[in-house]
């Protein structure tokens, strides 16, 4: 039986997420202002049919299918919210699941580090997909479990504040995004991503 691990809808792609998906995407590219939803399932291989029901039986658009070794992920998005959640309830009810039955995310790595060196910022954005980070910026990382919620926390962040997308990583067995900008904003950031995910409810993993 499948286990939904992460359930991640987002009311409101902004513009510099939105815009890094869609240079990590392999399907079909979301713009800003979308709605979308991030489902992370195992076993991998039953995400095809998690896509399957999403796409017969509503008109979402998929961005990402990807099938890792142990876990699956599918991002659907459209310019309906109502589509989106749609799409999510058709989900669920295939699998025999609920909304709550996903995992409650978990922090396990979240850091501010000011005034980043020239040669720290060097070593980020050679393999940032996003945008850069500068010398004298602040740094913000974090990486939780299960890794979907990564989505949510980096879009959050942006909603929140001024900063900068540098890498969200939405699969696996960990998400980790990384953020930059000037201080003031980085601390109203970085506190917006926390609380995303302290406001998602579901089961505790063992």
Known sequence: MAEVRSYCFLDSLQPQFASFL???????????????????????MDINRVTDVALKNTSVTPGMMIVERMFGMLEIHS?????????????????????????KPKVTTSQLIKNVTDYHTQLINRVRHGNMI????????????????????????????????????????????????????????????EAALASVTG???K
């Open 22 to 44: 869609a240079t990590v995407a392999g399907g079909f590219l979301p713009r800003a202002g979308q709605a979308a939803l991030f489902v992370e399932i195992s076993p991998g």
């Open 203 to 205: 089961r505790v993993e």
């Open 79 to 103: 310019d309906s919210q109502a589509d989106v959640r749609q799409a999510g309830e058709e989900i669920l009810s295939a699998l025999g699941l609920t909304e709550e039955d996903r995992i």
């Open 134 to 193: 500068l010398p004298g910026h602040t740094l913000y990382t974090m990486e939780c479990a299960p890794a979907a919620y990564a989505a949510l926390a980096a879009n959050e962040a942006e909603k929140a504040a001024d900063i900068n997308v540098l890498e969200v990583r939405t699969f696996g067995s960990f998400g980790r995004i990384y953020l930059g900008g000037e201080e003031k904003d980085m601390l109203v950031g970085f506190e917006a991503a």
